[in-house]
């Protein structure tokens, strides 16, 4: 009974930029408990041979093309998952973006394309599928935030603010659709090797440092995020509602 509270068999889940990093992971995480998986990204090479690799394993994928940061291309895509698919049960925001640059000098079209991607998609995204969750009666929506909803640093302010407002989105979220049986709830990363971290990654002096300041002391691995995903796409979370659940090593407890 227990164990069966983490079964996602027959479930639909949409992941928005999955066809690498975080989504990718969160996306064969699903598949494996079960849920039949909706991969996207914009790139339809990249997305297609992510959609490859998870189904050489076995895995109920496939994959949906559309831009994020498009309210138009989101709905029409639903819709073309809902109808060809099946009804969205399981919506993770996983779309984001950095860009590094002191804050003095920071782009314009920077900062807009940082918010379109990280904050815009996620809330034209949960709109879309929400409506439909909302008539059902049930769904779970999860949005990727970061350590960043919490914690600043330098060179990074806007990505900072995205993720704080992920974070807020979210209690938002779910003090009004709380109502409907639909829980919002989120995920900060800590820092984990992806494409998203790769400066950070390949620089030795901030690496040691982070590890210095983790309490676990490394780098987290991506398959210790699928754990969280699935535990707030089941119905182990069902009155889990506006939490973010850090999965950082310590770092966001420590000082």
């Not at 999955?18 to 992971?25: L, N, P, R």
């Not at 009004?176 to 390949?202: C, M, R, S």
């Not at 659940?245 to 407890?253: I, K, N, P, R, Y």
């Amino acid at each position: 009974m227990s164990l069966s509270l983490f079964d996602l068999t027959g479930r639909v889940a949409l992941i928005t930029g999955s066809s690498q990093g975080i989504g990718y992971a969160l996306a064969g995480g699903l598949g494996r408990a079960g849920a039949r998986v909706i991969l996207n990204g914009r790139d339809a090479s990249k997305l297609a041979q992510a959609v490859d690799s998870l189904s050489a394993e076995g895995l109920n994928v496939t994959g949906s093309v559309f831009d994020v940061t498009d309210p138009d291309a989101i709905e029409a895509a639903v819709a073309r998952i809902e109808q060809e698919v099946g009804p969205v049960d399981i919506l993770i925001n996983n779309a984001g973006k950095q860009h590094r640059a002191p804050a003095e000098e920071f782009p314009d079209e920077a900062w807009r394309d940082i918010f379109r991607t990280n904050v815009d998609s996620a809330f034209f995204a949960a709109r879309s599928v929400g409506r439909r969750m909302i008539e059902r009666r049930r769904g779970k929506i999860i949005n990727i935030g970061s350590v960043q909803s919490e914690l600043g640093r330098p060179t990074i302010v806007p990505y900072t603010a995205t993720k704080g407002a992920v974070k807020m989105m979210t209690r938002g979220l779910a003090a009004e659709w709380a109502k409907h049986n639909i829980q919002v709830n989120a995920i900060g990363p800590g820092y984990f090797d992806t494409p998203l971290n790769a400066a950070l990654v390949n620089n030795p002096e901030f690496s040691a440092w982070l590890c210095g300041r983790t309490p676990a002391g490394r780098w987290g691995k991506l398959e210790e995020l699928i754990g969280a995903a699935i535990f707030l796409s089941s119905s182990a979370s069902d009155f889990v509602n506006g939490h973010m659940l850090m999965v950082d090593g310590g770092l966001t407890a420590s000082v």
